[in-house]
């Protein structure tokens, strides 16, 4: 009941210095919304990046050319991944369950009948389909025979069936890949977008027909592979990096020419991200605490002042010191409440209006989000209102009735 009255004297005291309040509080608004807005974006922004990593396929590993930085990197010549390498990779890693090049080529002209649009061609094995969960839905993957034969066959992602306002049926037709004629044999499942980039803008074609198409990629390949399990990952990864180092004639002293990622790499990298985020948040939020604090203890040092008789009157009458302490406590706590109430209601809503863009991932906010936000508020409360609250409760009771 004494924390509730006070608590009801606080909103009093409020509503009497409405302007002084809202400019105290202003900080422990900006402080809050950034945490609430912030923290919801990473979450999302990572259950986003996780949701897709595991759609490119379960255990995934990837292998590409990368010259190093430095003088390291000039020190080496041909900087290259070839098919050598690929069928390599395929017969003498055992940590290994499948593996598929991966020839990407962008901007290439795609032509049916009249309509002409632009999109992204790759060249891959038919283990792609299985390496990087990429399943045909309608009509069939890549045969053997495709590959070896270099068959100028395709198949096609959804979006290019509603780029040329094309259906199903499609399939057993013919289109041309920058002026070459390919007969459709499949078509893709749908994979949806990442940050509003269409993984299903494709059209996948037999990785030796790519590279007939495109000699300058013959040389620079990019391997797709599956562990045998996840706990077989981080072997793949050693295999992998070892025979490479063989095979490319890399000394002790030389770093390696190429880059093996895993799944779990490419998500801690993004999470590296999301790290930074926090960081600068972090940032924010301590210097708006520090200065919303500041600037409550100032009020709360000004009500003091301002109110001394009466602190005085209610001693004299009966009020102790620690029901006094308590009074102005309730009073800095309900200021910074407000703020975090405040701060809390508006982090929620810039959160809702950033999931509402076409590009931006789906951002909750999580609960010990809001509970944060309020332990935040009471904290700051308490610890800035505690010398203001200490003030008050060891005044004088005859000098306080003095004074003017």
């Known amino acids: 009941m004494i924390f509730l009255s006070n608590a009801f004297n606080a909103l009093e005291q409020l509503v009497t210095h409405r302007m002084r309040s809202l400019l105290t509080i202003l900080a422990i608004v900006i402080a809050v919304t950034a945490t609430i807005t912030v923290v919801s974006v990473v979450q999302g922004f990572t259950r986003y990046v996780s949701n897709f990593l595991e759609g490119l396929g379960t255990n995934a590993v990837f292998v590409a050319p990368q010259r190093p930085a430095g003088d390291a990197g000039k020190s080496l010549g041909r900087v290259e991944l070839n098919e050598e390498d690929f069928h390599a990779i395929e017969s003498q890693c055992s940590a290994l369950r499948r593996v598929s090049p991966w020839v990407p080529r962008q901007n290439v002209k795609l032509r049916y009948g009249r309509d002409e649009i632009t999109c992204s061609v790759e060249g891959v094995a038919p283990s792609y389909h299985t390496v990087r969960n990429f399943p045909v839905d309608v009509g069939r993957p890549f045969a053997v025979v495709d590959v070896e034969r270099a068959q100028q066959v395709c198949v096609v992602g959804r979006e290019i069936l509603r780029k040329l306002e094309l259906d199903e049926d499609v399939v057993g037709g013919n289109l041309l890949i920058d002026g070459r004629r390919f007969r459709i044999i499949g078509v893709l499942a749908s994979k949806g977008s990442f940050f509003g980039q269409s993984l299903d803008d494709v059209v996948l074609i037999p990785y030796t027909t790519a590279l007939k198409m495109y000699p300058v990629f013959r040389r620079n390949l990019v391997v797709a ?12 990864k050693a295999q992998v990096t070892n025979l490479l180092r063989r095979r490319h004639n890399l000394e002790a002293h030389q770093p390696d020419d190429f880059i093996v990622q895993t799944q779990g790499e490419i998500l801690a ?4 991200v999301g790290a930074v985020a926090v960081s600068v948040l972090a940032g924010i939020v301590g210097i708006s605490l520090l200065v919303g604090g500041i600037g409550i203890m100032n009020v709360m040092l ?3 002042t301002e109110r001394t008789r ?3 009157l209610r001693m004299a009458v009966g009020a102790r010191g620690r029901e006094v302490l308590l009074q102005f406590l309730t009073e800095a706590m309900t200021l910074s409440l407000l703020g975090g109430g405040l701060g809390i209601a508006l982090g929620y809503a810039l959160s809702t209006l950033a999931s509402l863009h076409p590009h931006m991932v789906d951002v909750v906010v999580p609960p010990w989000a809001v509970l944060l936000g309020f332990g935040i508020s009471a904290g700051t409360g308490v ?3 505690i010398v203001p609250a200490m003030k008050a409760a060891l005044l004088n009771p005859i000098d306080a009735l003095r004074h003017e």
């Not at 592979?225 to 793949?236: D, R, T, Y």
């Not at 990298?269 to 590296?272: S, V």
Request: no cysteine; aromatic share 8%.
């Open 302 to 304: 000004v009500s003091v």
């Open 225 to 236: 592979a599956q562990a045998v399990s996840a706990e077989a990952v981080p072997e793949a």
């Open 269 to 272: 990298a993004f999470n590296n």
């Open 310 to 312: 009466e602190i005085g």
């Open 383 to 385: 610890v800035f209102g």
